[in-house]
């Protein structure tokens, strides 16, 4: 495989993800625009791996099958295209694309031309591969520990100080892709939606939100308030009439989002509450990771704690992609949309006061 991007997260949380996961890895080549940062971090790998400013020159390596691409938002939407046209299957780093609509477009090429032809695409979304967020979204879609969730609130806090790298970012200071919010808030999008949603047939979100601006080194929107309501459809299979029917099963659920990057303290707390229980998700302040809580009518209580995860996991299961094992690609690019939707939806209505935003799922499919 190759990485293309030296920057940030690429040289900080990527490339050492890809050493520890070496049997599923071997990284014969760095890009990037600037060859000493492209030399710098292929010095990392093994002495086989090459340094190159060229994207073409890395995409005919002979041996390379699959590219890790950490780019700037704005020109992966140009780079991904190539990419595919080289045969290589790719995994990108989220949001899936600056706008919704260029979203679309970029997935709609993908199923038209290139998914037929066996290339896999996935978006490096880390929240969806942490251990505690699955292990909250299998509690929640189990139905058996806190019931049917019909409340939830999530309060998440992340300082981003004038001397913070990724603000320095070109970037992220551009109002064209929504500049740091979207960077920031579509993990916890990504984390709500997955938790909350599991194998959900269809949904219809809303959003109310008031957005704000406190930090004057930070460009745009550092603040939200938001009411969210959620109405989730899945399929219900009848078994008692013996014929195993399938129906569908509507639910309600709302809660609120608190979220602020112009702090001092970091803070992430999810509680969901559901009709025979609850579940309470937070970061760890003590040492890295999320502890977990259940806590049952019936007094019961479990309680877990996780290590950080995602981006290994991430990665795991693009490899696994890639060897041909299950994964259903299309309906993980169909929840990136959807992250990136729910981000859109947010920003309008703050930008609207408050005025409820309806954010209707969409599901494409194969035939798309």
Known sequence: MALLGAGIFASASHAPAIQKLNKDFRCIAVWSRRLESATKLAATFSPDTQAYTNLDQVLALPDLNAV????????????????????????????????????KELLRLYLREYYPKGLVWVV???????????????????????????????NS??????????????????????????????????????????????????????????????????????????LKTSAHVNSSNGDNSESMENNFVQGTISVTYACCAIKFELEVIGTEGTLQLARKL????????????????????????????????FAAACRGDKHDVVAYLSRAIGDLQFCEACLQSGQQNGERVEILDTRFTKEH
């Not at 490096?124 to 939830?152: C, H, S, V, W």
């Not at 047939?201 to 809303?206: D, F, H, I, P, V």
């Open 157 to 230: 806090q992340a300082p981003f100080t004038p001397d913070n790298k990724y603000l320095q970012t070109t970037w992220r200071r551009d109002s064209n892709y929504m500049g740091l919010f979207t960077d920031v808030f579509i993990h916890s999008a990504a984390m709500l939606r997955g938790v909350l949603l599991g194998g959900t047939s269809t949904s219809t979100m809303s959003v109310s939100a008031l957005t704000s601006s406190h930090a004057g080194h930070i460009p745009g929107v550092d603040t939200m308030a938001a009411h969210i309501t959620l």
């Open 286 to 317: 003590d040492d890295p990771g999320y502890r977990l809580l259940v806590s049952k009518k019936n007094s019961d209580k479990i309680s877990e704690e996780f290590q950080f995860g995602g981006i290994e996991g991430e990665l795991v299961a």
């Open 124 to 154: 490096g979304e880390n929240f969806r591969y942490e251990p505690a967020m699955k292990r909250a979204a299998e509690i929640i879609n189990d139905g058996t520990a806190i019931g049917q969730p019909f409340l939830f609130s999530l």
């Open 68 to 103: 890790i691409m950490a780019l700037p938002i704005d020109i992966q939407y140009e780079y991904l295209p190539k990419c595919w046209a080289a045969g290589k299957h790719v995994l990108s780093e989220k949001p899936i694309a600056g706008r919704t609509q260029q979203a």
